[in-house]
Nanobody, 123 residues
Framework: VQLQASGGGLAQAGGSPRLSCAAS???????MGWFRQVPGKEREFVAV????????YYADSMKGRFTISRDNAKNTVYLQMNSLKPEDTAVYYC??????????????????WGQGTLVTVSS
């Protein structure tokens, strides 16, 4: 599966951009997640939408501000980001994993990765 993330760029603090992740094939049977990374730090879990869109989970710091969703008909996953803060500046990656039982918050659990899209939040 090839993943293509888009939607990053320069945003104002308090802004609400939406990231998209387009997959090359059907993703309904995959868990699809978003991670982010800043230079010098480990890749950080943001959110996941479980296969078939049954459940979604968020990192505590993103809960209530970010919303992950999926459109299986379009093979696309979204990350709606609201109330952006400068500390949200990072490269955002979408990822997919086949196994249901692996830990969705760990980057090593994922089999497929997009190329990343940079979000820069100015204060």
């Amino acid at each position: 599966v090839q993943l293509q993330a888009s939607g990053g760029g320069l945003a104002q603090a308090g802004g609400s951009p939406r990231l998209s992740c387009a997959a090359s094939e059907q993703i309904s049977s995959y868990d699809m997640g978003w991670f982010r990374q800043v230079p010098g730090k480990e890749r950080e879990f943001v959110a996941v939408t479980r296969r078939y869109g049954v459940n979604t989970y968020y990192a505590d710091s993103m809960k209530g501000r970010f919303t992950i969703s999926r459109d299986n008909a379009k093979n696309t996953v979204y990350l709606q980001m609201n109330s952006l803060k400068p500390e949200d500046t990072a490269v955002y990656y979408c990822a997919g994993k086949r196994s249901y039982y692996s830990d969705y918050s760990r980057p090593t659990a994922y089999d497929y990765w997009g190329q990343g899209t940079l979000v820069t939040v100015s204060s």
